[in-house]
């Protein structure tokens, strides 16, 4: 599976962005994805996940201002993020894993740079 994610870009705090990471292959449907994030000097974080099945989760720091969806048919994962924080700022990387058998397949995708800044 390769994951190319884009969306990134500069915005003041309050504002908005999606993120969105395409997936190649026809195996998408069958992958749990995720999106984390990195900011500079700090180590990588997870930012929310949603399940094969549909089931998304968000960690609490993001709770009620992005929102984690993916669409199947598109082979993409998307991120939704409002009222976006200067402590967001971050490359945001897509990630996508699943069991087969014994062996946890995982990748990720290239990272996309969110600034939050006035």
């Known amino acids: 599976v390769q994951l190319q994610a884009s969306g990134g870009g500069s915005v003041q705090p309050g504002g908005s962005l999606r993120l969105s990471c395409a997936a190649s292959?026809?195996?998408?449907?069958?992958?749990?994805m995720g999106w984390y994030r990195q900011a500079l000097g700090k180590q990588r974080e997870l930012v929310a996940t949603?399940?094969?099945?549909?089931?998304?989760n968000n960690v609490d720091s993001v709770k009620g201002r992005f929102t984690i969806s993916r669409d199947n048919a598109k082979n993409t994962v998307y991120l939704q993020m409002n009222s976006l924080k200067p402590e967001d700022t971050a490359v945001y990387y897509c990630?996508?894993?699943?069991?087969?058998?014994?062996?946890?397949?995982?990748?990720w995708g290239q990272g996309t740079l969110v600034t939050v800044s006035s």
């Open positions: 949603i399940s094969s099945g549909g089931t998304p």
């Open positions: 990630n996508a894993n699943r069991w087969v058998g014994g062996t946890r397949l995982n990748y």
């Open positions: 292959g026809s195996t998408f449907r069958l992958y749990n």
